[in-house]
C-alpha cells in the first residue's frame, strides 16, 4: 500500500493553559488516517480568536496547538482522499464543509452539520494527531495552524491556486474572509450606498475592502484608535470619525452627517469571528483566484511579518493595537 507514513518530529507552539505565553516544543506528528490531509504550514495570521482562548473568553480544550488561519503545502494525503494531493497549495478550514449534509447541501447554509457532531478539540474521529513529551496534544477549530505540520480532515482543507504567495493568502483563511464575507454576501452591499463601518482591525478593513468591491458610495470607518485612518481611507473609506471627538453618541453623529442614517452597518469589535455565509471548500478557492487577478489588496493588512517562533511577540502587538495582520512565517 502508498499509505505507509512516518512520524514527523517538528516544532509547534502549544498553549498548556490559559493566561500564559505560547511555548514552542518539539512535538510529534502522526500521519493521516483514511480522508485525513498532514500539511506542512508555510504561513499562519494571528487572529482575535485565537487570543480568546487564551484569556479564556473562547473555551477549548487544553493543552492545544492553536491557529486557524494559515496556509501551507499538502504533505501526504490518507487513504480515500481525492480533494487534494501532495505537494497541492492549500488553505485549512476552520468551518468544514463535508458536501453531503442537509446543510451543505443548501445553497446558502455554512454550519456543515457534520462539523457540529464532532467533539471538541479533535478530528472527526475523536482523536487528535499530535503529541508532545508523551502527552495528546488538543486540535483547535479543525486547523492548528501553529505547527510546522499540522492533520486536518479531507472536509476541513481546500486546494488553491499553486501560484498564490501562501504568506498573503493565508488571511483568506480567516480574516479577510470574515470581514470582505459580511459585506458582499451576509448583507449584500448595494452599489452607490452607504455603509458604516465600527472597528478598524482586519476585519473592519476587510469589510471595508468589501463595501468598496461592492461599488458603496459612501464609505464611513468608526475608531476610537485615529492611528487606524490612514490605512482605512487607502482601502476605500471616504471619511473617518472617532467616537472621542463628540459629546454624543456616535450613532447620532452618523445619522445627521447622513441624512437619517446609512444603508449597511458593520460592527466589528473584536467578538469572536464567524466566516458566516461563505461555503468554505467552494469560495476560499474563488476568493485565492480574485486575489491574483487583483480584485482586491490583501498586501495593507499585514503590517508585520514574524519567524513562527516570536509568537508571544505577534500576541503582544495584537493585544496593543499596534498591528493589524501579524503573519508568521515557518
Known amino acids: 500500500s502508498p499509505f505507509i507514513f512516518q512520524v514527523i518530529k517538528c516544532k509547534a507552539a502549544v498553549l498548556w493553559e490559559t493566561h500564559k505565553p505560547f511555548s514552542i516544543e518539539d512535538i510529534e506528528v502522526a500521519p493521516p488516517k483514511a480522508h485525513e490531509v498532514r500539511i506542512k504550514m508555510v504561513a499562519t495570521g494571528v487572529c482575535r480568536t485565537d487570543d480568546h482562548v487564551v484569556t479564556g473568553s473562547h473555551s477549548s480544550p487544553l493543552p492545544a496547538i492553536l491557529g486557524h488561519e494559515g496556509a501551507g503545502i499538502v504533505e501526504s494525503i490518507g487513504e480515500g482522499v481525492t480533494s487534494v494531493k501532495p505537494g497541492d497549495k492549500v488553505i485549512p478550514l476552520f468551518t468544514p464543509q463535508c458536501g453531503n449534509c442537509r446543510i451543505c447541501k443548501h445553497p446558502e447554509g455554512n454550519l456543515c452539520v457534520t462539523n457540529l457532531s464532532k467533539p471538541q478539540g479533535t478530528l472527526l474521529d475523536g482523536t487528535s494527531r499530535f503529541t508532545c513529551k508523551g502527552k495528546s496534544i488538543y486540535n483547535f477549530i479543525s486547523t492548528s495552524t501553529f505547527s510546522q505540520y499540522t492533520v486536518v480532515d479531507e472536509m476541513a482543507v481546500a486546494k488553491i491556486d499553486g501560484a498564490s504567495p501562501l504568506d498573503k493568502v493565508c488571511l483568506i483563511g480567516c480574516g479577510f474572509s470574515t470581514g470582505y464575507g459580511s459585506a458582499v454576501k451576509v448583507a449584500k452591499v448595494t452599489p452607490g450606498s452607504t455603509c458604516a463601518v465600527f472597528g478598524l482591525g482586519g476585519v473592519g478593513l476587510s469589510v471595508i475592502i468589501g463595501c468598496k468591491t461592492a461599488g458603496a458610495a459612501r464609505i464611513i470607518a468608526v475608531d476610537i484608535n485615529k492611528d487606524k485612518f490612514a490605512k482605512a481611507k487607502e482601502l476605500g473609506a471616504t471619511e473617518c470619525i472617532n467616537p472621542l471627538d463628540y459629546s454624543k453618541p456616535i450613532h447620532e453623529v452618523i445619522q445627521e452627517m447622513t441624512d437619517g442614517g446609512v444603508d449597511f452597518s458593520f460592527e466589528v469589535i473584536g467578538r469572536t469571528d464567524t466566516m458566516v455565509g461563505f461555503k468554505s471548500k467552494d ?43 501579524t503573519v508568521l512565517t515557518f
Open 283 to 325: 469560495s476560499v478557492p474563488k476568493l485565492v483566484a480574485d486575489f491574483m487577478a487583483k480584485k482586491f489588496p490583501l498586501e495593507p493588512l499585514i503590517t508585520h511579518v514574524l519567524p513562527f517562533e516570536k509568537i508571544n511577540e505577534a500576541f503582544e502587538l495584537l493585544r496593543s493595537g499596534k498591528s493589524i495582520r
